[in-house]
């Protein structure tokens, strides 16, 4: 038998695709081997995330930033201390795959983008600084997301936005044919500056708030009503048509509202351009911020990032596992429609030049 004994598992690979996600006690059986050392990738790309997220405690606990509780916390998940050394070997697995991630090759098109940003604290020359985290989701040519890009900056200013957006270009990135995002000065900016020829979507639900913002209360749950007839329009006519038609009825009564709705009102209904199907989960960013709220529930537990390096490595393990997902489970968009529709456009002007 070569020295190797037969391996009897606890749990099967399907019951551990079942197993809750977080932290607990798994025993294995595993062969006796008479070099002495034995590995397994099986679990790989179930712990990045929570591997990184022990690193980063752990590394709070070693850089004398932590409390008791981190302390505590690190003992209870791991039942033991750690060294620097220890913490060096795990940081030495897990960087390069997040390098790696963040600087692989975009080689396909994504014809629809939908970016954001969200704040971190981390440690930075023995002072807490709030860092920007700006984040890329694309929907590639076969209808799948990918997390094509994260960045860690100063701020989410126009210059923050700009080099990463020229990073994704530089790594292979072209102009989309719809971005969806927020109305953060600086994003549109960039947006326009680093993508022409692209057509940006205003977030409708962001659009909402500002618009009920500028609205006296009174009327606000019949406004709320309205403007649904302006995002739920089947084409521009009568999306123009459901606007004016508000415009006239509130133009009294929230004056600043109106003024906003009507500069806003190519930017929410850009979606427009697109084949009905489409159009839904485009119109806002609630998809990228529901990835946002799951890099937040990790992020709770650590707080303050002992450095920039912990940041990106939590976070970019916690991507890579939500890419994976991704790319293995059903498709974002069926893209036929889509292609059909892109070909009838270029016949049409066609036959008009």
């Known amino acids: 038998m070569n020295g190797l004994m037969t391996v009897q598992p606890i749990v ?3 019951e551990i695709e079942n197993l809750p996600q977080g932290w607990g006690a798994l025993t294995l059986r595993v062969p006796r081997h ?6 397994t990738t099986m679990f790989e790309r179930y712990q990045r995330s929570e591997q990184a997220l022990v690193l ?3 590394e709070m606990v070693i ?3 932590s409390t008791r509780k981190i302390e505590n916390i690190t003992e209870e998940l791991c039942g033991k201390s750690f060294s620097k050394s220890m913490v ?3 940081c030495k697995k897990l960087d390069p795959v997040v390098e790696a991630f963040r600087n692989r090759p975009l080689t396909s098109e994504y014809p629809f983008l939908m970016v954001d940003a969200i704040y971190i604290k981390a440690r930075d020359n023995h002072r807490v600084r709030s860092k920007s985290l700006l984040i890329a989701i694309g929907v590639n040519e076969e209808g799948y997301r990918e997390i094509i890009g994260f960045h860690l900056s100063e701020s989410e ?3 923050s936005w700009d080099e990463f957006f020229i990073s994704l270009k530089q790594r292979g990135l072209k102009s989309p044919r719809l971005i969806t995002s927020d109305s953060h000065k600086g994003l549109v900016k960039a947006i326009n500056k680093q993508f022409q020829g692209s057509s940006w979507q205003r977030c409708q639900t962001h659009f909402s708030r500002n618009l009920l913002d500028k609205t006296p209360k009174s009327v606000q749950p019949e406004l709320k009503e309205d403007i649904r007839k302006v995002y739920e329009a089947v084409d521009m006519d009568s999306a123009r048509a459901a606007k004016n038609h ?3 009825k509130y133009e009294s009564k929230a004056p600043k509202a109106m003024e906003l709705l009507d500069d806003g009102f190519d930017d929410i209904t850009a979606v427009l351009s697109l084949p009905l199907r489409y159009r839904k989960r485009l119109r806002t960013s609630n998809g990228i911020e529901r990835l946002n709220q ?3 529930r990790r992020e709770r537990v650590i707080r303050i990032f002992p450095n920039e390096a912990s940041a990106i490595r939590l976070i970019g393990a916690l991507l890579i596992e939500q890419d994976e997902k991704w790319s293995t489970g059903r498709k974002y968009f069926e893209m036929d429609v889509y292609y059909n529709s892109l070909i009838q456009e270029e016949q049409s002007e066609n036959q008009v030049a």
């Not at 008479?34 to 590995?39: A, D, T």
């Open 88 to 90: 060096s070997d795990l």
């Open 34 to 39: 008479r070099n002495g050392n034995f590995s």
């Open 12 to 14: 099967t690979a399907s």
């Open 157 to 159: 200013s126009e210059t």
């Open 294 to 296: 799951e890099i937040r």
């Open 63 to 65: 850089n004398g930033v």
């Open 56 to 58: 980063s405690m752990i």
């Open 246 to 248: 508000i415009l006239n």
